[in-house]
Structures are given as C-alpha cells and as structure tokens.
C-alpha cells in the first residue's frame, strides 16, 4: 500500500462492518446494482452459499462478494433466512459483504458512520431536534466504541442498536445527525461506549449489575440533577415503586404491575429457564427469590427454587426469565409480592437502565436543556469534540 493512500484512509470518515445476517440461506440482489471487480447487475440474482463458496447462476463461485448498488445509490436486496421464504425488500447504504460459511451466507454492510447513524436514530428515538441530536451523538460514541478492526465484522444486529438502513430513515432524524456531524463523547481521547436505554424507572443501573462489567464515563444512581446513589436494599425499591420519581416520571412504563396466576408463572419460568440454562436441573419449579440486589436496587440474582434443586439467573437477563428476548419483564428494577395463588410482580421502567435514560432526555429538552447540558447529565466524565481519527488495521 502506497503511503499517499494510507494518508487517504487515515483522513477517511470512519466505516462500519454491520452483521445483518450472521446465516442466510439465500440473497437475493436487485438491479441496478453492481458487483465489485465484477459485471453490473441488471436482473434480479439469486446468491447462495455452496461447499464454502457464494454463487449464483451466471456468476464464478468466490469465496466473498461485494456488492453496492449503482452510481453510489443503495444496494437493494432481499435476505432470506430459509430457501425460498418470503421477505421483504430492503435497501442499504454503502455496501454488502457476502461470505460463505458452509451452506449459509454471513451478510455484512459496510457502511460510513453517518450514513448509518441515518438508519438507527429514527429507530431509536422520537422528539425534538434536540432529542434527535442527543441521539444521534450518543448513537455514533457507541458504534465508535464497538468498532472491532482486528474481527470480521464490527457488531451484530439487532445486538448493538437498532438499525433499519434507507428504509429507517426520516429528514428530521438526517438533520440531526448532519447537524451533529462527526461529534461523539469521549473520554481519555476515545469514543465512548454511550450505552442508552428507553426509561430507567427513576434510578439508572450500574452496569456491572446488568452485565456483570464495568463500563466507564456513565452516571448511575438517581435520575436527577444532583445524583445520589440508588436504593440497594428491598425497602428502598419498595419505597421508590411506591411512588414516582426522577426525570422519567411521566412515562407510561415508570411503573407497572404484572400479575400470574403461580401455575402459569411456574410454567413460563421453567420453560425459560430451560432456554437460558439448558443444563439447570431444578425439577418442577416451586418458587422465586431474589437473593441480591445491585447499587441501583435492581435485582441482579435472582433464585429460582425446584423440587430437586435451585438455579441462579443473574443480571439483565433475568428479565428473559419471564419471556423470550424483547417480551418479557420490563426491566430488573422490581419487587415480587406472592401470594397462594398468585405472583405479582411490581416494577419500575424500561430496558437495562444502564447509562442515558432516553425518556429522561425527552424531559430535560423540555426543560429547554441543551444537547450539551443533556450529555452531560448522562455521561458526567465524558466531553464532546470530533471522532477521533481513524488508522487503517496494520
Ligand atoms: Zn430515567
């Protein structure tokens, strides 16, 4: 590589590596829509994995493919998890990496940073330009801080934050993120891993309590100007679920009830349990505890009792517990009041509640808070100033 095209790439804006789809049975690309090295694409194809290789009708077998769409405009494609299933069109900006492993396709968009900030903020939060902008700032921190060079891809969807490519995209979300352009948190001169959740029920997670690591640069306790730390003990949570307090107040999920009849809860957990830890062995479920709390007075252990033995589900993925991924409690921050027949479960907020609370955000716009002053409140140790500049993987 010469050295003028390595300055090139070290002045370049930042790309990302998005794994849409980590085992695709087929692709299918349509035109116009071009194929790297390779010809112009002008009738839908059909692209599969075969013995390690991609190929498709009227194409060599590669081991990897790059295909954009024509003249720099999105490359549309559909994927389809299982032959010939139905699937809707999407389009991507940039373009899409195909590789074969085995018999499936790994699909990855590559993809520059603000163009894919255009796909995820939309997604993620609805509001005032200021919103949008606090958004869009910690969206890109967070996908900076994810960047992987050294590993196939940067991060998974929908793992990472949600991100739905052109068909996602919103002008008054572009003009947040064009407005903000290039700006992230940092901390000790690199960007910040600016985690966010929707609502943090008043007080937000540490988050070795939610995954067990610690993250640098985030606020916890109360969400309030003027942190002070959470309730670490069950008459603490239960005194903040009794009423309503922090910046997140007025959101619907700030508080809320979910109650079972204990043969149905029994049910669920021990089919959930068997999904979480397949090598539990509990026997018939009898009962739930919780054994531990973190600093925010989330529960961070959780027992679950057996007629023949006892599992411990820690941390964020307690809440999967009581449904799979995406249904089921709303969060961690909650207390169990069980009776004979019934488990009732009362809680506070929305998501892991680790770093910026989302509805919070919303309140302190109204306040007339800038973007600033909002980041601020949510990341205390970090500042804002450009990415930092990225050097080509040696
Ligand atoms: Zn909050």
Redesign the pocket.
């Known amino acids: 590589m010469t050295l003028a095209l390595l300055a090139l790439l070290a002045l370049a804006p930042p790309g990302l590596r998005v794994l849409l789809q980590g085992g695709a049975a087929e692709l299918v690309v349509h035109p116009p829509a071009q194929l790297a090295d390779g010809p112009a694409i002008t009738a839908a194809v059909t692209l599969e994995a075969r013995d390690g290789l991609v190929s498709a009708v009227g194409l060599a077998p590669a081991t990897e493919l790059l295909v954009h769409g024509a003249a720099g405009q999105p490359v549309e494609v559909e994927l389809r998890s299982r032959p010939r299933a139905a699937v809707s069109r999407r389009a991507w900006r940039g373009s899409l990496l195909l590789r074969a492993s085995g018999s499936r396709l790994v699909v990855i968009n590559q993809v520059d940073l603000e163009s894919y900030l255009r796909g995820v903020v939309p997604l993620e939060l609805d509001g005032s330009p200021t919103v949008r902008q606090v958004q869009a700032i910690a969206a890109r921190s967070l996908a900076l801080a994810r960047r992987r060079p050294q590993q196939p891809y940067d991060f998974d969807l929908p793992g990472t934050q949600a991100y739905g490519g052109v068909a996602a995209e919103e002008p008054a979300a572009d003009a947040a993120v064009a407005a903000t352009a290039g700006q992230v948190l940092l901390r000790a001169g690199q960007p910040l891993n600016a985690v966010y959740g929707h ?6 997670a540490d988050a070795a309590e939610a995954w067990g690591g610690r993250l640098a640069g985030l606020a916890v306790g109360f ?1 309030e100007p003027g942190r002070v730390l959470g309730p670490a003990d069950e008459a603490g949570v239960r005194q903040l679920l009794a009423g309503r307090r ?4 007025a ?1 619907s999920s ?1 508080r809320w009830t979910v109650t079972w009849p204990w043969a149905t809860a029994r049910q669920l957990v021990q089919g959930r349990l068997a999904a979480l830890q397949p090598r539990a062995r509990v026997g018939p479920v009898t009962d739930l505890r919780v054994a531990r709390r973190g600093p925010s007075g989330r529960v961070s252990e959780l027992e679950v009792r057996g007629s023949s033995g006892l599992a411990t589900v820690r941390g964020d993925s307690i809440r999967w517990l009581f449904g799979p991924f995406g249904e089921g409690l709303k969060s961690t921050l909650f207390v169990l009041d069980s009776s004979a027949e019934t488990l009732v479960v009362r809680g506070g ?1 929305w998501g892991h ?1 680790v770093g910026l ?4 955000a919303v ?1 302190l716009a109204q306040q007339g808070r800038s973007a600033a002053e909002i980041l601020h409140h949510y990341y205390p140790d970090a500042t804002l100033g450009p990415a930092p500049a990225v050097t080509p993987a040696s």
Not at 199 to 204: D, L, M
Not at 246 to 249: D, I, K, N, V
Not at 357 to 360: A, E, I, K, N, V
Request: with cysteine; net charge negative.
């Open positions: 609502s943090c029920g008043g007080v937000a969400d922090g910046l997140c107040a959101e700030h907020g509640g609370c989302q509805m919070g309140a």
